[in-house]
């Protein structure tokens, strides 16, 4: 059974900086574009940034330019640093393996961040 567990989260203040990790417990990550979702209280879970095998990035609009995506293969982990950070980044983050070419992805179980002065 694979599992993601994130980690990494917190209550921070507006421009203030996190760094979130996601393990996996096999080898998973190297067959998966790997994604960090986030949910806001009453909102839609949403695709905050992802990146495939290849080490092709895509990001919301809303955290352009302050995200950065990576990953490790040899680690089976993927990090997400979020700088700059502000309010409305407030939500529950979730970390997301799609294995490519198929139908089958995991979900880590969430990590709170609060950015709140």
């Known amino acids: 059974q694979v599992q993601l567990v994130e980690s990494g989260g917190g209550l921070v203040q507006p421009g203030e900086s996190l760094k979130l990790s996601c393990a996996a417990t096999?080898?998973?990550?190297?067959?998966?574009?790997m994604g960090w979702y986030r949910q806001a209280p009453g909102k839609q879970r949403e695709l905050v940034a992802m990146?495939?095998?290849?080490?092709?990035?895509y990001y919301a609009d809303s955290v352009k330019g302050r995200f950065t995506i990576s990953r490790d293969n040899a680690k089976n982990t993927v990090s997400l640093q979020m700088n700059s950070l502000k309010p409305e980044d407030t939500a529950v983050y979730y970390c997301?393996?799609?294995?490519?070419?198929?139908?089958?992805?995991?979900w880590g179980q969430g990590t709170q961040v609060t950015v709140s002065s």
């Open positions: 997301n393996a799609a294995v490519e070419a198929s139908a089958i992805d995991f």
């Open positions: 990146i495939t095998r290849y080490r092709d990035t």
């Open positions: 096999s080898d998973i990550v190297s067959i998966s574009t």
